[in-house]
Structure formats: C-alpha cells, structure tokens
C-alpha cells in the first residue's frame, strides 16, 4: 500500500502528550506504509516527548519547584521545532538550577533574585564543569527566566546586568597532515576516500554529508547544497574544488 493510500480514517486519533498534539502508534508498525522521512519525523518527535516527560518526572520525584514552568517552557521549545540535543540540555540546565536553588533555601521560582544566579555559576564551578559548559548553561538558564518573566511570573530586575563568563581563547585544532597522510593511504574504496575529503576539506558533519541527496550535489559548480545545517536548521553551501582535485 502507497503512503498516498493510507486515508484519514485510518490514521489513528491523535492523543494528548502533556499538552503536546501528536500522533502515538507504533513505529514499526507493518500495517503503516509511510515514507521514511515521515518515519525518522516521529522517531524525533518522540525522542522529544520523552526528553520532556523525563525532565518533568525528576522534577517532581526529587520536589523541585517550578513545574508548571518548566513544562510550558519545555513545550514551546517544542513547538519551536528545536532539535533533541537542544530540548536535552536545556532541560539538563534548569535541573541543576532547581537542585541547586533548593539547596540554598531560597524557595520557589517567584522568590529568586539575581544573586541565585551566581549561586548556580559557583555551584557549577565547585563541581569542575569547564567554562564553556557553564556559559552554555547560563545562556540556557537566561533564556529560560526570560520566559518566566514574559508570564509575568518573576520580576524582570533578574535579568539585568547579566552575569558572563569570561572564556579563555583557543585556536582550533588541526589535524596533523602526516597524519591525515597516512589515513588516507589505507583507504582503498573511492567512496570512502571521498567521503573522508569531504568531511575534512568542507567542514560538514557527519550526518549532513549522510544525509545529502544527489540533486544536491552540483559537480559542475564543485559544490553541495545543505538544505539544512544540522545545528542551525539554515541552509549554506560548500564548495568541492580541494576535494575534487585530490580525487582525481
């Protein structure tokens, strides 16, 4: 059966997930001839539902405050379309600033002044996380009291004079050529020695060159055309002509 003649009576009703509409059936369900982009679509639309319902249970096994909140910023980062690794450390951050706000005492989310905030900055620093990972979390966190404050749920004077951390400079870093060199003297197959240029010469992620289609991929010009960045859900385009040269 064609995915074109699967009619709306068949489908199945959608259901309620914590306030979520969605479809729930079984992914590999045989009796569904779906495409597969449609397939990978639930699998991520339910990677994120348990993302969210996980977030919320440790909220209320460990007796944090702020449930309400978090559930309705979670969702609008759903509805946001915002890809599971975001939805999972934004939900990471706000659980560690909820355990840490209860335990300093403070109380409920209403109640925080600015000084919580650098509580939670030297309780992440007191644990051994690197600067990169807490200015993430800040920015996280940050984003998070805004909504909060959009509700009109806490005082905006949180957000002023916003606390930074101030990151050390590093260079990127490059791969050895001899060692690029050698790798690539034990690759045999012409695919896997494109595949390897590709993703060393243009800067693509994994899963974007694996996701590339042919229409996409333009030798005249010597460039591919991502759709959609991984990361950034934007489009760019990366062009082939170091890769092509070396191949040849």
């Excluded at 409920?108 to 309780?123: S, T, Y």
């Excluded at 695919?191 to 992620?205: E, F, S």
């Excluded at 590339?212 to 760019?236: F, P, S, W, Y």
Aim: aromatic share 6%.
């Amino acid at each position: 059966m064609k995915p074109e003649h699967v009619s709306v009576e068949e489908r199945p009703a959608p259901t309620s997930f914590l306030g979520i509409s969605s479809f729930q059936y079984p992914l590999d369900s045989p009796s569904l001839a779906v495409s597969q982009a449609a397939f990978e679509e639930r699998q991520e639309l339910q990677r994120k539902q348990k993302i969210i319902g996980s977030a919320l249970k440790r909220i209320i096994e460990r007796g944090l405050c702020g449930f309400e909140q978090v559930k309705a910023y979670l969702i609008e980062l759903y509805r946001r379309n915002c890809q599971p690794n975001i939805l999972r450390t934004h939900a990471v951050t706000i659980d560690s600033f909820l355990v840490c706000l209860k335990g300093s005492g403070r109380g409920g989310l209403e109640a925080i002044e600015r000084e919580a905030i650098g509580g939670f900055v030297e309780h992440q620093q007191d644990q051994g996380v690197t600067p990169n990972t807490i200015s993430v979390r800040l920015r996280g966190l940050y984003s998070f009291l805004k909504f909060v404050v959009s509700r009109g749920e806490l005082s905006a004077e949180v957000l002023t004079r916003k606390l930074r951390i101030k990151l050390p400079q590093s260079l990127p870093r490059a791969i050895d050529p001899q060692a690029v060199r050698q790798m690539l003297g034990v690759i045999d197959h012409v695919r896997d020695r494109a595949i390897v240029l590709v993703l060393l010469r243009t800067g693509m992620r994994i899963g974007e060159l694996l996701d590339t289609r042919l229409q996409e991929v333009d030798l005249t010009e010597q460039k591919i055309e991502i759709m959609e960045a991984q990361k950034t859900r934007v489009g760019r385009v990366v062009y082939l002509k170091y890769v092509y040269r070396r191949l040849r």
